[in-house]
């Protein structure tokens, strides 16, 4: 029972801090950000451009796509011993690089010209070792930049807002916000082991109700980013279900036993883990 106990109350412990840490991101002002862009990494303005909504389509993946093509099409014509396609992939990839390089006004200096000079000439010479040498520099040069860059790109472009969701919570008839929601179920789910340390079953066991009916609210969400059709494991799956069940039927059971409760609640917080640490990140970049 302790270790269910210390467990619920460092859960609470990080949703005090959780509510915090959302309170002061909710009081930042625009010309805050704005003046922190460079140090934090944020996206530059002028490639929202290059993305939806602002543009039909994810503009500047495609090009990004269609300078990856010819620049790994270098060293497959090489080992074809193509050589006269090996020209035709440097020049279609330096063309490219050049066009993306204009783009993004912010990023100009992330698409150095000398390397790909560089490459250009080693290739004139045939040495293939000059050739593998500054091939490598300039594919350092697009780690860098995407090392520094993509995931941020990809959290702001391709994932949802989490702050813009909505859920219908079975207990209070409202529609909340999804972080308000997720601090309601997380108030139930430490309400259990807290009221269970309480001596206090009846509570314990209305909060494993609250939890239950919010879980399955918290289900259909999934449905925001993923395919409805789709089979979705892990967090939300019958066999989360199937563990959650099972603590009802031990809290139906007086004595409660403690050992049973503490098995029961590893098991759940692991899945819910895995959850987490695909979606906090891009859910965190939003604030």
């Known amino acids: 029972m302790k270790r269910v106990v210390s467990l619920s109350i460092a859960t609470l412990t990080i949703l005090v801090i959780a509510i915090a840490f959302t309170s002061a991101q909710e009081q930042k002002t625009v010309s805050s950000e ?3 862009e460079k140090p934090t ?3 530059p303005s002028s490639l929202d451009a290059f993305y939806p909504p602002k543009a039909k389509q994810p503009i500047y993946l495609f090009k990004m796509l269609q300078l990856a093509n010819p620049f790994a099409g270098i060293v497959i014509d090489l080992s074809e011993q193509d050589f006269q396609n090996v020209q035709a992939d440097f020049k279609m990839f330096q063309s490219r690089y050049e066009e993306i390089s204009k783009l993004v006004p912010e990023w100009e200096k992330e698409y150095p010209m000398d390397p790909v000079v560089e490459l250009g000439q080693a290739l004139g010479t045939g040495d293939q070792g000059k050739v593998m040498a500054t091939y490598e520099k300039v594919g350092k040069v697009c780690h860098d930049c995407h090392l520094a860059n993509m995931v941020k790109a990809q959290h702001k472009y391709h994932w949802k807002n989490v702050l813009a969701m909505k859920v219908k919570d079975p207990l209070t008839n409202q529609e909340l916000g999804y972080v ?3 601090h ?3 108030g139930n789910w430490v ?12 509570n314990a066991q209305k ?3 609250g939890f239950k009916v919010r879980f399955q609210a918290l289900k259909g969400t999934c449905s925001n980013c993923h395919d409805p059709k789709a089979e979705i494991k ?3 799956d019958e066999n989360v279900e199937a563990l959650i069940d099972k603590i009802g039927q031990v809290l139906s059971e007086p004595p409660v036993d403690p050992k049973g409760v503490q098995a029961l ?3 759940i917080g692991r899945q819910c883990f895995k959850c987490h640490l695909v979606h906090l990140p891009a859910a965190y970049s939003k604030y």
């Open 41 to 43: 990494g944020t996206m």
């Open 207 to 209: 909060h494993f109700q």
């Open 234 to 236: 892990y967090y939300v």
């Open 265 to 267: 609640f590893q098991q």
């Open 180 to 182: 308000q929601f997720k």
């Open 184 to 186: 309601y179920m997380d």
């Open 191 to 202: 309400g259990i082991g807290l009221d269970l340390r309480q001596g206090q079953l009846e």
């Open 34 to 36: 704005q003046a922190h």
